[in-house]
C-alpha cells in the first residue's frame, strides 16, 4: 500500500511537472501521527499537509483527552485543533513543558476567551504572551457562532509556535464540554 501511494505520489510529481505545473502544498503527504483517545467514542480526524495539520476531534461525552504523537521528525508548522463540541469550559494543551488551560463561549456577538497557566493559582496569561492560543467559535455555516451552545459548529484552536518549538514528541489535549 505504501509503496502504490508514494508510486501515484510521484507519477502526479513528474506530469505536473512536464506541464509546467508546480504541485500545490496541499498535494504533499501529511506529516504522520498516532492518536490515543481517553475513550473508544472520541475520534479524531488528522488532516491537512507537511505545512498544517488539523486535528478534528469529536467526542459525544463531552469529557475526554487525546495524546497526539509524531511518527515523523517534526511537527508541521502549524496545527489547529477543532473541537466539535457544544460548549467550551475548559480546554488543556501541553507539550513538553509549555501548557496552556483555556475555556471560551460567546457573549454580544463576539468572542470571549479565558487563558491560563494551567496550576493550583490558574495565573491568567499576558495577551502578548508566547504560549496564548488563537481561539474561534464557529457556527455550523463556518462564521463567528453567534452564541454557545453550539449547534453543528466548532472551537478552532491553532496553536502558537511556543508549542512546537521544542519538538516535543506528543501533545496532550484534554477537553470538557459545558453542556455535556
Known sequence: MRAATASLLLTLYVASHARGIPPAASDDPP????????????????GGDRERTT????SPSGIS???????GDA???????RLHLKGLENLKVSAGAVAVGAAAGV???????????????????????PR???????GKDGKTAAGVPLDGGQFEVTLPA??????PKSLLIEWIDFYR
Open 31 to 46: 506529516a504522520r501521527f498516532t492518536v490515543t483517545t481517553r475513550k473508544a467514542d472520541d475520534t479524531v480526524a488528522v
Open 75 to 81: 511537527w508541521p508548522k502549524a496545527v489547529v485543533v
Open 55 to 58: 486535528l478534528d476531534v469529536k
Open 132 to 138: 496564548r492560543l488563537a481561539i474561534r467559535v464557529l
Open 65 to 71: 483527552r487525546a495524546v497526539v504523537e509524531r511518527t
Open 162 to 167: 511556543a508549542f512546537l518549538r521544542d519538538n
Open 107 to 129: 457573549r454580544d456577538g463576539k468572542v470571549e476567551a479565558r487563558q491560563w497557566v494551567p496550576d493550583k493559582d490558574e495565573t491568567p496569561l499576558a495577551p502578548a504572551d
